[in-house]
C-alpha cells in the first residue's frame, strides 16, 4: 500500500489523530505557559527560589519521555491511561524552554530602564507589566516556540499509553514492520511541527509591532488564551469523568495482541450491543496490568507464563494447569478475573534463519549452544530482563555469544535477522513473519520456557454487573488455534493488512 | 533639604554629615568629581536611597513619610542615559506618569502634544516614532518631557547633557533655560562639568569628601579659593585664557 493509499483509505482516523496531536500539543504548552512564564519572573526575581526550580525544570527534561509516562501511569489524579497523563507529561517538558526564556528575557534587560521606571514611580507590579514582560516578550515567544515544537515531538510517544495523535501510527507501523504506516504518521508529525513553528514565528513578528500601541488588543489576545487554558481543562475534566456504558478493551503493543484486542471487542460489540472502546497499542506487560488494575481499561488478554513470572513474580514451573490455577487466584485477590485459556500458546521462539539450520543443521537450543559463540544475538528488553528470560535461558543450555546481546524494540527484531544484523532473536512462536521470512524455530528441548497460553484477563466488577459480557467472553475460550493465530498474525505483519478486518474475518468463519 | 546627612555604600562612606537647603523654584547645580556622591543625592530625594542617618526633608516631610510612589511621582528624573522605553512610542514614554496616576486618553493626549511642543519636536512627526529612530539631542528632550509629564514640583536631573557633542548641548541648555523660564520648577541637576552648572543653574554647589564644600551663586563659587573648588574651575580659566580678553 502506498502512503497516499494509506491515508485515503484512513481519512477518517487520520483526522482524528491529527486533532488529538493538535489538542495535546496546544493544551500542554498553553498551560506550560500559564505556569512557566510565572516560574520565570519568580527565577529572574528571586535567584534563590528560582534556581533549584530551574534546576529541577532540567531534570525533567532528562528522564526520557517513555519512563516518565512509566513514573505516573500508576499516581492518582494524573496517572492513568489517555489524555489526561498525556498532557501532563507534555507539560513537563515544555516547562523548562518557557521558564529559561522567560528568565533569560527579564535578565537581559537594561538596568538603565528598570531604573528609569522605578523613578518614575512605578510599583514593581507596573514595572512588570508596563516594561519587564513587554521587553523580554520576543525571549518569552521564542521559549514557546521551541516548548511547541517539542511537544509536537513528545506527543508522537503519547500513543503508547493511549493518548492518541500520530504517535498511533508510529507505534502501529513499527509493530507491523511497515514502514508506510510509521511515515503516515512520521510525515504529519514534521510537518505539524513546522505549521506551528511557522504559526508563532508570525505571531512573533506581529508581536513587535504590536507593542504598547496596541494594548487593548494584546489584552485580549490574553483574555482569549486564557479561556481556551479554561476551556480546555473543562474539556479534559469532562472527560475524565468516564461513563459506564461503556466496556474498554487494551491491548499490548504487538501486532497478535493488536488483533487479539480486535477479536475480543468485537466479540463484545456484536454479541451485547454495548460500546466498546479501544485502547490498543499500550506499551506492554506492565502498563497493561496496571491499566486493568487501576480500571483504565476492563479487559485485555494475558499469556499465563507472563502473568506468572513477569506480573507475579512466581517461580517459574512447566506446568500449564498448575500455571493457569496460580495466576488465576493470584487475579482473583486483585478483583480480576482470568477467563479459560483461548486455545493457544505463545511461548517464547528462539529463531535463527533458514539457511543456517539447514547448513548447520540446528534444530533445538542445545545444539545451537555449540554455535553461538560466533553469532550475535537480538533480544527485546522484557525478554533480557524477565525471570523466565535470558539469564535462565544461558544458564540451562550454557549459551555465550560473541558479544553481549543486543537490546532492541520488539518490532525491529525479525527484521534484524532477517538483514543479518544479528544471528539469533527471542520473537513470538505465534508471530507471522517467521514464516513470511523462513526464520526456523528452535525447540525448548529442555523444556525450559514456562506456558504462555493467552487468556483473556478482565475486572471481576465488570463481568458481574454485566453478564452478558462474561458469556461473550467465555465464548472466545478454546476458540484460537496456533494455526489461527499464525495466519492472522502473517495477514497482518507480511500481507499488511487492517488488524480489524482480519479479527473481523476470522470472527465471521469461527461461527 | 538635608539635614547632617550620612550615607555609606557597604563599608565606603559617601556622604558624611551633607547639609543643604533648596529653595522653591530654584535651579541647584551640585558639581563634583565622579563618584563623589552626586547621584546618592538625587537618589536620597525621591527615595531610591535612604539615608543612614540624618534627614532628607521634601516639602518639609521627611522622604521616609512619603508614599515612595507617590514622592517618585512628584519628582521628574531626567538620566544621562535617558532611559526611554524602547518598546513604547515616543508619545508613550511621555504618557509614562500620567498614566499611572490614571489620567483619561484626552488629557494624556493633549499633555503629550503640549510637552513635545515645549521641547521643540513637532507632536504630529515625532509622537509615534519609536526612540531608536531619535537622534541623542532629540532622545534627551524626550527625557526631560518625559519628567515634566505629570507636572511635578520637583525635577532631578543627573548628567542629563552629558553624552552630547558641544554643539548639541549648548542648544539644548538654552532650550532648557527656556523651558524653565516657564515652567519654574525646582531643579536639581548633577554635573562634573562647571561650565554647565554655570550655564544652567541660580545656584552651585560643589561637593567633595562627601560634603558640600562650598554653596552660593555662580558668580561666587567661581570667585572661590577654595582648594576643593579651584581644580574643576581650571578648565575653564584655561578656555578663557586661550580665547583671550574679548574685544
Redesign the interface.
Known amino acids: 500500500m502506498t502512503l497516499f493509499q494509506f491515508w485515503r483509505t484512513h481519512a477518517n482516523e487520520f483526522f482524528t489523530l491529527l486533532g488529538q496531536h493538535v489538542v495535546l500539543v496546544c493544551a500542554s504548552t498553553l498551560v506550560a505557559i500559564a505556569v512557566g512564564v510565572p516560574v520565570g519572573v519568580l527565577a529572574a526575581r528571586r535567584p534563590r527560589i528560582g534556581a533549584p526550580i530551574v534546576w529541577l525544570a532540567n531534570v525533567v527534561q532528562t528522564i526520557p519521555s517513555l519512563a516518565m509516562f512509566g513514573f505516573l501511569l500508576p499516581l492518582p489524579l494524573i496517572g492513568g491511561l489517555g489524555a489526561r497523563v498525556a498532557i501532563f507529561v507534555l507539560i513537563l517538558y515544555a516547562l523548562l524552554p518557557i521558564v529559561r526564556t522567560t528568565t533569560a528575557g527579564l535578565r537581559s534587560i537594561?538596568r538603565?530602564?528598570i531604573?528609569?521606571?522605578?523613578?518614575?514611580?512605578?510599583?514593581p507590579g507596573?514595572l512588570m507589566r508596563?516594561?519587564e514582560l513587554?521587553?523580554a516578550l520576543p525571549s518569552i515567544v521564542a521559549g514557546i516556540r521551541v516548548a511547541a515544537v517539542i511537544g509536537v515531538g513528545t506527543a508522537t510517544i503519547a500513543a503508547a499509553v493511549g493518548a492518541g495523535g500520530f504517535g498511533e501510527y508510529i507505534f502501529r507501523g513499527l509493530s507491523m514492520v511497515d514502514s508506510t504506516v510509521i511515515l503516515a504518521g512520521a510525515i504529519p508529525s514534521a510537518l505539524l511541527a513546522l505549521t506551528i513553528d511557522g504559526a508563532l514565528t508570525l505571531v512573533e513578528r506581529g508581536l513587535k509591532d504590536f507593542?504598547?500601541?496596541h494594548r487593548r488588543r494584546l489584552r485580549a489576545a490574553a483574555a482569549v488564551m486564557i479561556l481556551l487554558v479554561a476551556a480546555t481543562a473543562g474539556v479534559l475534566a469532562i472527560s475524565a469523568r468516564r461513563s459506564n456504558d461503556v466496556i474498554r478493551i487494551g491491548s499490548k503493543n504487538f501486532t497478535e495482541q493488536i488483533i487479539l484486542g480486535e477479536i475480543v471487542a468485537q466479540t463484545i460489540e456484536s454479541r451485547t450491543g454495548l460500546r466498546v472502546e479501544r485502547r490498543l497499542n499500550l506499551g506492554g506487560t506492565f502498563i497493561c496490568d496496571r491499566a486493568v488494575r487501576s480500571g483504565d481499561i476492563d479487559a485485555y488478554v494475558e499469556y499465563t507464563g507472563t502473568a506468572q513470572t513477569a506480573i507475579f513474580h512466581l517461580p517459574v514451573d512447566t506446568d500449564s494447569r498448575r500455571v493457569f490455577e496460580a495466576v488465576k487466584a493470584r487475579y482473583a485477590a486483585g478483583g480480576l478475573a482470568l477467563l479459560d485459556p483461548l486455545g493457544f500458546e505463545n511461548t517464547f521462539a528462539m529463531l535463527i534463519r533458514g539457511d543456517d539450520a539447514s547448513r548447520l543443521g540446528v534444530r533445538n537450543l542445545s545444539q545451537a549452544a555449540a554455535f553461538a559463540p560466533s553469532w550475535r544475538a537480538g533480544f527485546g528488553y522484557e525478554f533480557l530482563e524477565r525471570q523466565d528470560g535470558y539469564p535462565g535461558l544461558a544458564r540451562t543450555y550454557g549459551l555465550h555469544f560473541a558479544r553481549p546481546p543486543t537490546a532492541m524494540d520488539l518490532s525491529l527484531i525479525y527484521r534484524a535477522l532477517a538483514e543479518r544484523q544479528v544471528d539469533l532473536i527471542a520473537g513470538d512462536a505465534t508471530s507471522g513473519l517467521i514464516d513470511a521470512y523462513g526464520f526456523t524455530m528452535l525447540e525448548d528441548d529442555r523444556h525450559y520456557f514456562p506456558p504462555y497460553d493467552a487468556a483473556v484477563v478482565a475486572r471481576s466488577s465488570v463481568l458481574l454487573a454485566r453478564p452478558e459480557v462474561k458469556n461473550a467472553l467465555a465464548g472466545l475460550s478454546g476458540h484460537i488455534s496456533v494455526a489461527d493465530m499464525r495466519r492472522m498474525n502473517r495477514a497482518v505483519d507480511a500481507d499488511h493488512r487492517d488488524a480489524a478486518d482480519v479479527a473481523r474475518e476470522f470472527l465471521r468463519r469461527d461461527r | 533639604m538635608f539635614r547632617d546627612v550620612h550615607f555609606s555604600r557597604g563599608v565606603q562612606p559617601v556622604l558624611r554629615g551633607f547639609s543643604l537647603e533648596i529653595a522653591a523654584g530654584d535651579t541647584l547645580a551640585l558639581v563634583g568629581r565622579s563618584g563623589a556622591g552626586k547621584s546618592t543625592i538625587l537618589k536620597l530625594i525621591n527615595r531610591l536611597l535612604v539615608p543612614d542617618s540624618g534627614e532628607v526633608m521634601v516639602e518639609s516631610r521627611p522622604t521616609p513619610a512619603w508614599d515612595r510612589f507617590e514622592l517618585r511621582r512628584r519628582a521628574g528624573y531626567v538620566m544621562q542615559e535617558v532611559g526611554l522605553f524602547p518598546h513604547l512610542t515616543i508619545g508613550e514614554n511621555i504618557a509614562t506618569v500620567p498614566r499611572l496616576l490614571g489620567w483619561d486618553d484626552a488629557r494624556v493626549d493633549r499633555r503629550v502634544t503640549e510637552l513635545l511642543e515645549l521641547v521643540g519636536l513637532d507632536p504630529k512627526d515625532y509622537a509615534g516614532r519609536r526612540p531608536d529612530q531619535l537622534s541623542g539631542g532629540q532622545r534627551q528632550r524626550v527625557g526631560v518631557a518625559r519628567a515634566l509629564a505629570a507636572d511635578p514640583p520637583i525635577l532631578l536631573m543627573d548628567e542629563p547633557f552629558g553624552a552630547l557633542d558641544p554643539v548639541t548641548r549648548a542648544e539644548i541648555h538654552r532650550e532648557f533655560r527656556r523651558i524653565q523660564e516657564r515652567v519654574r520648577k525646582t531643579v536639581v541637576l548633577v554635573t562634573h562639568d562647571m561650565a554647565e552648572a554655570f550655564a544652567l543653574a541660580t545656584h552651585v554647589g560643589v561637593l567633595a569628601d562627601g560634603v558640600l564644600a562650598v554653596v552660593g551663586e555662580p558668580a561666587s563659587v567661581a570667585r572661590s579659593n577654595d582648594a576643593r573648588v579651584r581644580p574643576l574651575l581650571e578648565p575653564l580659566i584655561e578656555a578663557a585664557a586661550v580665547l583671550g580678553p574679548r574685544p
Open positions: 537594561d538603565v530602564l531604573e528609569a521606571g522605578t523613578a518614575m514611580g512605578m510599583t507596573q508596563r516594561v513587554p521587553l507593542r504598547g500601541a
